[in-house]
């Protein structure tokens, strides 16, 4: 099988690579490996990864490239327990816990999201890396809430494409230190940290734009419930844009100081950062119909909550905090 892409306007004069990279979500280097192993055409013939793609080119993509080894290339299905919020023939979407990485990556082999949805689902996409068919976004492993996974072709190649031109609704529930007034944005741009490859800054040599509005939902003494929407998907975007502007998500080990709440004397540990994606909206790839999901809030946050408003039941507060 393969897809076929004709180059409009907006992409001519891209490099073949570069637009393979940001067509399918993938590595620079991931897509230069495709031009590499003869796995892509352009107008029926292979070209170099820096070739200039021109107006009504025709980019054809066969599908079976994989730049990892044989023996790490295969998603083992496991039973693993897992929230499935909605599916149909094209894609599903699920509530990930906390402490559990999306798919298979260093360190973590096995026990992810797509281990246990290869478990359930049987019928995965093939197109996207062979760890994470189906993956167009993402959520950090201790982060939780609702992502969602296309498990054909088609739904995972429209849905890179709503994505990209941020056509998908994405909000999320956090509690951060300091007490935040009112609404606010952000517009630092966010790249790799000089001196920690594995951290993001936003004052990186390299960076790309990125946007996050948030809301108050409810103020407590030193502490504050915020409604975040993201405009752009950089990684660790949420957690970076509130260190920098002062008020880390709480319980943030990474981008936070403190991974405790205090009332008066005493410090009460946060075992993972108080960040949970609470709703996607976005319209069908295939059908076309608008779509929205909600993930309820877990249990360690309520119980933060339910901890800094005393006697307040955490539901009320949430719920109340939403229809602002």
């Not at 478990?119 to 890396?129: M, P, W």
């Not at 739904?155 to 009112?182: D, M, S, T």
């Not at 119909?289 to 039941?313: A, G, Y």
Request: glycine share 6%; proline share 4%.
């Amino acid at each position: 099988m393969s897809l076929i892409l004709k180059i409009d306007n907006t992409q001519e004069g891209k490099r073949l690579d570069v637009f393979l990279s940001e067509k399918l979500n993938l590595s620079r280097a991931k897509a230069q490996g495709m031009i590499e192993n003869k796995y892509v055409k352009v107008n029926n013939f292979f070209k170099s990864k820096s070739y200039k793609l021109k107006l009504n080119d025709l980019v054809e993509i066969f599908d079976g490239f994989s730049s990892e080894s044989e023996e790490n290339k295969l998603l083992i299905p496991q039973n693993i327990p897992i929230e499935i919020i909605y599916k149909d023939e094209h894609l599903v979407v699920l509530s990930k816990p906390a402490n559990m990485v999306v798919y298979p990556c260093a360190g973590h082999r096995d026990g992810s999201l797509l281990n246990a949805l290869a478990y359930h689902v049987k019928k995965l996409a093939t197109a996207g890396a062979p760890l994470r068919p189906g993956v167009v976004h993402r959520l950090d492993k201790d982060t939780s809430g609702v992502i969602v996974i296309a498990i054909d072709n088609n739904a995972y190649y429209g849905l890179v494409e709503a994505f990209k031109k941020r056509q998908v609704n994405k909000e999320y529930i956090a509690l951060v230190y300091g007490e935040l007034k009112g609404s606010g944005r952000i517009t630092l741009p966010i790249g790799r940290a000089i001196y920690d490859r594995k951290k993001m800054s936003t004052r990186a040599k390299k960076s790309k734009e990125a946007i996050t509005e948030w809301e108050v939902i409810k103020n407590f003494k030193n502490y504050t419930l915020v409604k975040v929407k993201i405009i752009t998907g950089r990684t660790h975007q949420i957690r970076v844009h509130f260190s920098a502007i002062g008020h880390p998500v709480i319980g943030d080990r990474t981008y936070g100081k403190k991974t405790y709440i205090e009332l008066g004397k005493q410090k009460i540990p946060v075992l993972r950062q108080m960040l949970h994606a609470w709703r996607i909206e976005f319209n069908h790839p295939v059908t076309g119909q608008h779509l929205k999901f909600e993930s309820s809030l877990p249990e360690d946050m309520e119980k933060i909550i339910e901890i800094l408003t005393l006697s307040v039941k955490p539901p009320k507060v949430f719920n109340k905090g939403l229809k602002n």
